[in-house]
């Protein structure tokens, strides 16, 4: 399995958060939305609030506030791994192939199955409860 480290400056990242809207920048990481704000709220980067960037336009945005200072929050190191990345893309054209898929049938099942092997396999998706995270449900844990 390949993989990139990227390395996220708080500083730039400050900076580039408050030049252009999230679902641009993000973009521009190879990134979701919720992965690029995932990744300003571990290094304690302050985002702009809804509507923002309407405001901006007609110039009645203010300033953005000042970056807090954090110790020890430089920067954010996160390994990026492609192959999730590429079942992402394969999921993508199967899904343009067939257009309506049935949750229940064999494609769908795939489908959902590959779904949740990406985001097993990429640092910056939410992870799935853990059985051990859910004991109190089984009564013969103890």
């Excluded at 252009?20 to 690029?36: A, R, T």
């Excluded at 571990?42 to 960037?53: A, N």
């Excluded at 405001?55 to 430089?74: I, M, Q, T, V, Y």
């Excluded at 049935?102 to 099942?109: F, T």
């Amino acid at each position: 399995m390949t993989y990139e480290k990227i390395v996220y400056k708080r500083a730039k990242l400050y900076r580039q958060v408050w030049s252009k809207p999230m679902s641009k920048l993000s973009k521009d990481y190879g990134l979701s939305d919720f992965g690029l704000r995932k990744i300003c709220g571990k290094l304690k980067v302050p985002l702009p609030k809804l509507g923002y960037w309407s405001k901006k336009k007609h110039g009645k945005a203010g300033s953005p506030p000042p970056l807090p200072p954090e110790e020890g929050l430089e920067e954010y190191e996160a390994e990026v791994w492609n192959k999730s990345q590429q079942i992402r893309a394969y999921i993508g054209e199967v899904r343009k192939v067939h257009k309506k898929i049935d949750p229940n049938s064999e494609i769908g099942k795939w489908l959902e199955w590959a779904n949740k092997q990406a985001d097993r396999m990429d640092p910056l998706a939410e992870s799935p409860p853990s059985i051990l995270d859910e004991k109190d449900k089984y009564p013969f844990w103890d």
